[in-house]
Each structure stands twice: as structure tokens, then as C-alpha cells.
């Protein structure tokens, strides 16, 4: 079999010359979606101190630990944000050079700009954890089978959910290119928590049960909201020409959406306190204070001998 | 940029004196995830030998490989439980305090506890062996699409599950804190299916395609039940003070619940037999032998020209 | 607990003795699942050069990459191959013997056949690119949050998912046992999107959002089908039976199905061009240029103050 590789490689060869578009064999190299998900656990062990790690952290070796870790963070977010920022300065220069090799200038000012927003980012570190301590104490608080916060922490999908979205946002505010929707996706990956970086989402949310939860870019949530597995907050429109306005809804303080329901459409407002049963399907806004459940479908019903029951009742 | 770091250090130290009670730096030294992980590697390795090793085992090796996974076993799986026993005492102990060191003589005491608990894991391996080739059987008869056991071993996300479940739901009888909601909460990544290891599952039960299913706390499932992706056996009421009782449904032997069908209530009892068709919506109890379906909702149907088509059957 | 060990080691041999039937300890060798996810990220990064790896790859060092991964696949596909048809052969020639150890001859035939498969599949390569580069650009235009397609590449699960059906979907045209299903399910792991490696899949497939959708062994979908998270293309009846029946939908050219539809039986043909509207539950044949909505369901709305309001509108 040997002797076919020199042949099976010219074709594979060939067809990076032919077919072109997606391959990136030189000049552009893009972020390292491996190095954002170590980037992702250095951050989460900081949000996190002794929840992450395998080993015991002493407090007397507390600084030293956190001078490596901030140490190396400044040096992989730089890297990778630097990647992202002259990708997307090629991608702008010119849609069909894009293979051109950057010049040095561009990437030494890249570089620049990449080393402000990661400083920005691990600055905000404790406006972050204050934000998603209040994200444990409502999952906490919302879930009757969670014991303690540590078992939140420890274990639940939608807590690391938002702790990545929190990340992310703030380098989607930064207009970081491509970085933030890696790590929406990593995330989405390991919980089935589909949130887009652009979606901004208030103090105390809490997403239960998780899978299938999907979030879109311009959706804008209040306080103290939350919502189970399976839940949509869409776009009515899907159309290309529509990238830059409201597509997503709004969701008032304090509501609450059952599982699998959908809400859909930019003109779309949950008012406050709102309780959206599950399944629930909404395109249009709904008052404050409102309670939205499905009347029971209507069922066909069988007895065990096939026969059929008009009266019985569920 | 490395002249911030000693700057960037102090305010994520500040944060974790002023925001506290999401970081436990020293201490409380809570279970690892990652080893946790390597712990069901470990015992799946031991429930289908030769399935998840990438070198065969030979027949003469067996007791070599058994005594060292069984050893190691041991040693992981007591330190783990250990840590999680020390936590909850500490918890119990005081909610204010739970940052204090635990006492030589606690871990001690927690050390012994915790050898009886992962002894007795360990003998119930053969038992639980048992229970999940029903399930393998189980899935194997019920997917016409499963062409050898081995593949639904190799291969099948609800398999996975309910092998962690069994695991999981023994350490949660004999009251393990922490570690069973972790184990569940893993396997709940990697396949999309939620199963609080509470749940009470009964011989021969197969989740076919997985993704989406989630099983509340103090469900009852008997034997030879099937359901399918996107099923949730849920609880009406999420109220804090209800942590205690029975607020999910029990459904009796040989069930099938098809994909996307919601079932609510600790009252909510499905009888023997009955079958419960896609998307259908339940807080009541159905008696056995029923099959309930879901009359076809509504359309808006128009054709290629926008034209609103009323008789249009589908 | 240590000489514990020696006892609890003796009841798991017991175990493998009596119960038998789910252990593989020796002969039969299976494919590894490890390995096949080895071979998956090879295969992606000879489809995506400069995309999957951290590294930057230079064009003069294009040759010597290829020829590595060229040749590492050759090797790894090929035993991976040879273990899934040994397996097949020792499963046709007795379900009874299943643990006696293969034939010389018959490992050698197996290793010929093989090595003529995995260069079957290194040489559609480039087919294979074609295909995936439309699946990316079809993407990019369906969804107005993309910015790029170097976005869509790095981080949709969609585009992720289709990759490795089309290469599983090669093998399993081919009649490769077991491998195409433990590649799809892989995939579901990290994607929520369970695709049946025999699905028929035409040119420019983009699944968005991904969490749920599930695809069937017999689907047959045609060109620029755009579908939804939580779609089920599914049978109607799952009796073991109908096993080489089409038992799953046909989708023709040009349909977009929204989330969480789902469409069942192998007679059931969505028509060029027809829109199935979110949540649609269908289970016949639906013409070309159809739109398909539910119409809003009835609901029970109540005010703040728990006050029936028959007349709003949502």
C-alpha cells in the first residue's frame, strides 16, 4: 500500500490548488481552537479558586499560583487575539488576497491592540466573578435537588454556560474578531448551551437542565431571569441583509420560560415577571406579569384492546 | 505588558477576600472532576473488558489487568469520597465556617467511611454488570438500525448513560455526597441525556438517540421502558421547600415514550404498557395500556404562489 | 482494604465467566474508539489544512506534512478496518462462537480488503473537500450572525457534523462494519447532531443551532437543505423487523425545516422547495412550494393577579 502515498498525496496536493476557499495552508493562521480551551480553564480557575484544579492550593502559595496563571493568560489571549485581529484586517484589505503573507507592520500593531484588550479582559476578572457568584446563588436558589453551591459549581452545565458567555461577551464588546464564538462553541460543545457571544443577558440567570437551550446574538435579558432545557429565543427572519438589526427578543426581569418553549422575533418583549409555560410558542410581546400556558392538546386515546376512548381524561 | 501583572494579581486576590463564598482556596479540597472521569473510564473498563482499551487483553493477562484496574480503583475512588465526606461535614458542621481546616481526626473517620463505601461499589460490580446487558439487550431489540451488540457497546449514548447512571445511582444510596450528581453531570456532556442519579430505573431500559432527555430526581422507571430523545419526566413545581418530596412521575413496566413528549408531577403515575406518542404533554396519571397520540395540530398551508390552501391535507 | 483486593477481583472473573455475552476479552479485537477519533481529526485536517492544527503550516513544508498524514491514516484506517471485518466475518460464521479466536487466513484477507477500503476513501479526498466546501459556503449564507467563512470552519457544529457524515457515509457505502457508526456517534457527542451514517445527504447541507436533530438510517435528502436544531427525520415504526425497509423521510431539493419539527416514514416526501414551519408534526407527504405553520395554539393567560384574560391577544 505504500507505494499508492505518493499518488494519494498529489491529489490531495492538487486539490488545495483547484478547489481553494477553505484551506489555510499559509499567512493567515487563525486562532487555535485547542489554545482557547486552555485559555477557557486558566480563566474558569481563576473565576474559580480550588474547584478546577486536581491538586490543593495553600494560601500561602496563593500569589505565586495566580502570578503564573495571569502570566500565562497575558501571554496566550495576546497570541490568539493577535491571530484574530490580523485575520480579520487581511479579510477586510482584500476578500480575494486573503492567502497574502501580513506584513510585518500590521502585525506588530496587532499585536498592540491585542495585548490592550486581553489586559482589559483579566481586569475585569473580579467584575466577572461577582456576576456569575450571583449566577451560582440563582441556580442555587432555583433548583430544589441542588444541595449546595459547591455541588452548582461543580457540577452544572448551566453555570459553566454562563461563565463562559460571560467571558465572551466582554471580548464580543471589545469587537474582538472570531475568538468569542469559538468560545460560545467549545461551550455549546460540552453542555448543548447554544449562546451567541452578542446576546446580553442580566445579573442572576440560571439555565436548568440545559440541553438544546438556544440563545441568538441580539436577544437582550433582564435580572433574575430563568429558563429550562430546550428553550429558543430565535429570529423570525433568517435573511443575510438583516445581520445588523434586532432580530432576537427581549426578556424582562424576574421571567421565567419552561422547557422547549420558543420565542421568536426583534419586536418580541417578555414583560416582567412574565411565566412562559413549556412549549409555549411566541412571536409577539407579552405583558408584564402575564402567565402564557398551552391548553392541553387534544389527544387520540386507546384502551389496551385498541378501542376508542372519547371520554376518558388526562 | 508583563509590568501589569503584579496589578492585575492583587485586584483577582482582592476579589477573592471580598467577594468570597464561591472559592475554596484552602480546605475544603473538593472531589476532582477529572479524576472522576478517570474513575468511570476505569469502571466501564472493568464492566465491558477489552471494549474500551485500545490493546487486546489476553486470557493469562486477565488477573494481572483486573487486580491492578481494581487496585487503582480503590485508592482513586476512596480519596474522591473521602473529600466529598470532609465537605459535607464541614457543610453541616457550619455554613459559616466552611473555609475552616478539617481536623486530623475528621478526615480519619471521613478516610474509613469512605473505604466501606467504594468497597462496596466495587463487590456490586458483578450485579451491575447484569443490569446493564439488559440494557444492552434491551437497546439491541429495540433499533432496527443496531446491527450486533457490540455496536450498541461500542457506539450507543443511551448505554453510556445508563451504565453511569447504575454507577452513580448506587453511590447515591448509600448517600455519597457530591460524587453521583458529578458522575451524572458527565455523562450528561458527553451524551446530552440528564439522568439525576436519584432516579430509581428499573431492568432492560433503552434511550434511543439520546439528546435531550432529562429524568428528574425522584422519578420511577420499571422494567423493559423505552423513550426516545427529547423526553423530560419532570417536576410541576420547582419550589425550594418541595427538595424533599416526591415532585416527579413513575411510569410502569414496558412504557414507550416517544421523542419530545413532557411528563410532569410526583403524582403523575403511567401505567403498564401504555404508550405515549411524540410531543404529547402530561400531568396526569393515564391508566395502563393506553396509547395516547396527539391529534395533528392545525396547519397554515399556502402553496408556491402564497396562496392560503384550506383543503390541503397532509 | 488492600487484601480485600484478591476477593473482589475473583467475584468480577466470576462475572465475566457467568454472564458472559458483553465481554470481548480476547480474540475478537474490536475497532477502538480512541483510535477512530484519532483518524477523524487526521481526516479533518487533511480536508481543512492550516485550520485543526496549532501550528502554521509553510507551503515548503506542505509535501512533508501530506506524506506524514497520508501515511499515518494508510496505517491506523487500515487496522481499524481489518478488526471491523474480522469481527463482522466471526459474527456471520457463528453469533454462538463469538469468542474463538480468528484464523490466520482470515486475518489476512480481512488486512487485503482493508487496505483497499481505507485507500478507497484517502482517494475521495478531494471529493469529499468539494462537497464540505459547499456545505461551508451554504453556512455562511444561511446564517445572518456569520462573519466569515473562516467562522463557520472553526466553530459550527453543523459543519463539523456533516464533515464526518460524509466521510463515515464513504465507509458506509462501502459496507464497512461498525466504524461509520462509531464515527457518528463521535460526532453526536460533541455536536448534540445524531446522523445515521446511511443517510443520503445531497450538496450544500447546513444544520444551524445543531442541539437535538437527529437523522435516520434511510433519510434521503436532496441540495440546499437548510434544517434547525431539535429536527427529527424518524421512522414511524421501529419493529426490528423493518429493519431493511425505508423506514425515513425523503426531503427534496431546496426545503428548509425549522426547529423542532419533526417528519416521519419512510413514504413521506417534503416537496421541492416547501417550508415546514418550527414544531411541525408530520407524517405524510407534503407538495413542492408548501408552507407549512402551526397555527397558534389556544392558551390560558392570566394576569398578575391570577385573572383569567380571555381576550388578549399574543
Redesign the interface.
Known amino acids: 500500500?505504500?507505494h499508492?502515498?505518493?499518488k494519494?498525496?498529489d491529489?490531495?496536493?492538487?486539490?488545495?490548488r483547484e478547489?481553494g476557499?477553505?484551506?489555510?495552508?499559509?499567512g493567515?493562521?487563525?486562532?487555535?481552537?485547542?489554545?482557547i480551551e486552555t485559555i477557557l480553564l486558566d480563566l474558569e480557575a481563576?473565576?474559580?479558586?480550588?474547584?478546577?484544579?486536581?491538586e490543593?492550593?495553600?494560601?500561602h502559595d496563593?500569589?505565586f499560583v495566580?502570578?503564573e496563571k495571569?502570566?500565562r493568560l497575558?501571554r496566550t489571549l495576546?497570541t490568539e487575539i493577535q491571530k484574530s485581529l490580523c485575520?480579520e484586517k487581511r479579510?477586510h484589505d482584500s476578500r480575494q488576497a486573503s492567502s497574502a503573507a501580513s506584513s510585518q507592520q500590521d502585525m506588530h500593531d496587532c499585536r498592540e491592540i491585542a495585548?490592550g484588550y486581553s489586559?482589559k479582559l483579566?481586569?475585569d476578572?473580579?467584575a466577572i466573578?461577582?456576576m456569575?457568584?450571583l449566577d451560582?446563588e440563582a441556580a442555587f436558589?432555583?433548583?430544589?435537588?441542588a444541595?449546595?453551591?459547591?455541588?452548582v459549581?461543580?457540577?452544572?452545565?448551566g453555570v459553566e454556560a454562563i461563565i463562559t458567555h460571560r467571558i465572551a461577551h466582554q471580548l464580543w464588546q471589545q469587537q474582538v474578531?472570531?475568538i468569542p464564538?469559538?468560545m460560545?462553541?467549545i461551550v455549546?460543545?460540552?453542555?448543548?448551551i447554544?449562546i451567541?457571544p452578542?446576546a446580553e443577558i442580566g445579573e442572576s440567570f440560571f439555565i436548568?437542565?440545559?440541553?438544546?437551550v438556544?440563545i441568538?446574538?441580539t436577544t437582550r435579558i433582564g435580572r433574575q431571569v430563568k429558563i429550562y432545557?430546550?428553550v429558543?429565543l430565535?429570529?423570525l427572519s433568517?435573511?443575510?441583509?438583516?445581520?445588523n438589526q434586532k432580530?432576537h427578543p427581549t426578556i424582562e426581569d424576574n421571567v421565567t420560560i419552561y422547557?422547549?418553549a420558543?420565542i421568536?422575533g426583534g419586536d418580541t418583549v417578555i414583560g416582567e415577571?412574565a411565566i412562559i409555560g413549556?412549549?409555549?410558542?411566541?412571536t409577539?410581546?407579552?405583558?408584564?406579569?402575564?402567565?402564557?400556558?398551552?391548553?392541553?392538546?387534544?389527544?387520540?386515546?386507546?384502551?389496551?384492546?385498541?378501542e376508542y376512548?372519547p371520554d376518558?381524561?388526562?
Chains 1, 2, 3 share one sequence.
Open positions: 500500500m505504500a499508492h502515498i505518493p494519494l498525496v491529489a490531495i496536493a492538487a486539490s488545495y478547489i476557499g477553505i484551506n489555510h495552508i499559509q493567515p493562521n487563525l486562532p487555535s481552537r485547542r489554545t481563576l473565576i474559580f479558586p480550588g474547584f478546577r484544579e486536581q490543593l492550593i495553600e494560601e496563593l500569589r495566580l502570578v495571569v502570566s497575558c495576546t485575520f479579510l495585548e489586559m483579566i481586569e476578572i473580579p466573578r461577582r456569575v457568584q451560582v436558589a432555583g433548583d430544589p435537588a444541595k449546595s453551591t459547591e455541588e459549581i461543580l457540577s452544572y452545565p474578531p472570531l464564538r469559538i460560545s462553541e455549546h460543545g460540552k453542555t448543548g447554544d451567541h452578542g436548568d437542565h440545559a440541553t438544546g438556544v441568538g446574538e432545557q430546550g429558543t430565535g429570529a433568517v435573511k443575510k441583509g438583516k445581520a432580530r422547557s422547549g420558543t421568536l415577571g413549556g412549549n409555549v410558542w411566541i409577539s410581546s407579552v405583558p408584564p406579569g402575564s402567565k402564557i400556558y398551552n391548553l392541553p392538546s387534544d389527544y387520540i386515546r386507546r384502551n389496551q384492546h385498541n376512548l376518558f381524561q388526562i
